[in-house]
Each structure stands twice: as C-alpha cells, then as structure tokens.
C-alpha cells in the first residue's frame, strides 16, 4: 500500500535551518509530484510548493521563495523539504503529500518548533 | 496568491445536511475543475473526500458531494453522523502551477 513516512519532530533556534524528510513507498515514486503542506498550531493548511521526483522541477509558493528548498533522491524514494531562517511564526507540522492534482495520501506529518 | 474562502464554523443536527461554501477567483476556483475536499481530525493527516469537484474516491460515503458554480465551489455533507464532526478544507489548482488551499471550516454535529 502507498505510503509516506516522514522523519521525526525537531526543535530548531531561530535563524537556523531544517531538514524534513518523506520517504514514499507501495508505488513508483517518480509518477507523482511530492507536495509540502504546513499547519501552524490552531491554524489551517499552507501550501509551501512542490516537487516533480522525476525531473527534480520544483513550484514554491511566493510567501516562500528564497527560503525554501525541495529535493529529492530517487535512489532511496525519498523527498526533502529545507527550509531556512526559521522565525517562531515557522512553528508547525510540515506534512508532505502525493498528487497528480489532489492530494490522495498524506505523511504522518512532522512537528518542527522553533524557540529560543 | 490569497487563500480561498470558508466559512470558519458550520453546524447541523444529526442526519440533517451541510453545506460548506469556499470561494476563490478566476485564477483558481473559477478556472480550474481541479477543487478538492478534506476532512482533518485532530492530530491526524487530511484525508481526501472529493476531488475534482465531484469524485468522490472508494471508500468515501455517498453523502459526500461537491460542485461549482463559477468562483465558488461547495461541500454538501446530508444524512450527518457525529463522525462528520471535523474540520474541512477545500483546495484548488491555480496559476502558474500553484496550489491553495482555503482557510478551513470546523463542523459541529449537534
């Protein structure tokens, strides 16, 4: 069955980067675009941008460009999300999803807190 | 690009129906057939209840609808069970391969 696995939670100091991560499984990850969907505590779903695993072509979503970066390695099925100069406000659960268009399976999700 | 917009709650009486409104532009809603729905739990993943309007994928129950009409699309939920209590987001294709999502409606089931 299709699934994606995404690395554990992570506390980060503001002004440093992270690095999440989204292995897929039970399918070819090259078929589907990769997304990055975030959800800040009490907040609703943000589009961040997305990946085509098979060209390594990304979108990202205006709010972010200049800090985000997505890769992929096909080698091991795995995405990534990095996204740098973390402020408190980037305190969410990043999930990564897979889509033709829609999103029909969703990572577990990964909580990143950035404090002092 | 803006989120698209819902209502923040909706409520019903069990087996009564809902709908859910979220509107957008032209540049989204309006010129895309691409507009999907998920239900959120909390502490759990979305999950996808209609897609491309109106499909609804195996396994989602048939009181579960979608549809458009020009910039707004809508949710329609009839026969409503407390498991229905959850929040729903609607989500779009829009310009220069961007996706947005709205800003998510929390249902209440009486």
Sequence with gaps: QVQLVQSGAEVKKPGASVKVSCKASGYTFTDYYIHWVRQAPGQGLEWMGRINPNSGGTNYAEKFQGRVTMTRDTSISTAYLELGRLISDDTAVYYCGRTRVHFDSWGQGTLVTVSS | ?110
Excluded at chain 2, 38 to 48: F, R, T
Excluded at chain 2, 59 to 81: E, I, M
Excluded at chain 2, 86 to 95: E, I
Aim: contains cysteine.
């Design chain 2, 1 to 110: 690009q803006s989120a698209l917009t819902q209502p923040p709650s909706a409520s019903g009486s069990p087996g009564q129906s809902v709908t859910i409104s979220c509107t957008g532009t032209s540049s989204d809603v309006g010129g895309y057939n691409y507009v999907s729905w998920y239900q959120q739990h909390p502490g759990k993943a979305p999950k996808l209840m209609i897609y491309e309007v109106n499909k609804r994928p195996s396994g989602v129950p048939d009181r579960f609808s979608g549809s458009k009409s020009g910039n707004t699309a809508s949710l329609t939920v009839s026969g409503l069970q407390a498991e229905d209590e959850a929040d729903y987001y609607c989500n779009s294709y829009a310009d220069n391969n961007n996706l947005v999502f709205g800003g998510g409606t929390k249902l209440t089931v009486l």
